[in-house]
């Protein structure tokens, strides 16, 4: 199975902070990476897929990039609604396995 | 509208059954591969379960396979999830979450996510 390993696990930053995740999969996936947003009480929301497309409708403050085995999710300028727990996942095989989460929080 | 709503979610004792149901709608629900996907409270997101749009090709997690099965009625847009032999650790948020495109142009990123269903193990 694929092994997915996120960091930070949580991390404080202010609004307008530029904000970087890291995703690490334990065997190379290509760019069969995506990013999802989560929120208590709501629907996970899909924000990257393929490793660096943004999903229709999300803002484009949000980018992601890597390939193989290394990935990154960047918020250029973190808006107040931005703060939630953030989940990659490896698409390129089953078990499609998620990362443990980078929960965002205000500083 | 497009979505997907869960129900069945309860409380019951270790070793009971729960069926979940997914009710899609506002899209050609057969043409689409769909999974499972739950939250146990305090932990992150894990797949549980894919199904095919055909329903012929089925895969499981190791922590649910040979407890739980997933089928579908594409007749009627539902998607479900027959648990048995539950346990504590089975307590969780249950999602279903839909394949990105149409197969065979999946990349089986999930872009559309039903709210859950809540399942709670406990005697």
């Known amino acids: 199975d694929i092994q997915m390993t996120q960091s930070p696990s949580s991390l404080s930053a202010s609004v307008g902070d530029r904000v970087t995740i890291t995703c690490r999969s334990s065997h190379n996936i290509n760019n069969n990476l995506n990013w999802y947003q989560l929120k208590p009480g709501k629907a996970p929301k899909l924000l990257i897929y393929a490793a660096s497309a943004l999903q229709s409708g999300v803002p484009s403050g949000f980018s992601g990039s890597g390939s193989g085995t290394d990935f990154t999710l960047t918020i250029s300028s973190l808006q107040a609604e931005d703060f939630a727990t953030y989940y990659c996942q490896q698409s390129l095989t089953t078990p499609y396995s998620f990362g443990q989460g980078t929960k965002l929080e205000i500083k | 509208e497009v979505q997907l709503v869960e129900s069945g979610g309860d409380s019951v004792q270790p070793g009971g059954s729960l069926r979940l149901s997914c009710a899609a709608s506002g899209f050609t629900f057969s043409t689409y591969e769909m999974n499972w996907a739950r939250q146990a409270p305090g932990k992150g997101l894990e797949w549980i379960s894919y199904?095919?749009?055909?329903?012929?090709?089925?895969r499981y997690a190791d922590s649910v396979r040979g407890r739980f099965t997933v089928s579908r009625d594409n007749a009627k847009n539902a998607l479900y999830l027959q648990m048995d032999g539950l346990k504590a650790e089975d307590t969780a948020i249950y999602y279903c979450?839909?394949?990105?495109?149409?197969?065979?142009?999946?990349?089986?990123?999930?872009?559309?996510w039903g709210q859950g269903t809540m399942v709670t193990i406990s005697s």
């Open positions: 199904i095919s749009g055909s329903g012929i090709d089925v």
């Open positions: 979450a839909r394949d990105d495109s149409p197969a065979p142009d999946s990349k089986h990123a999930f872009d559309l």
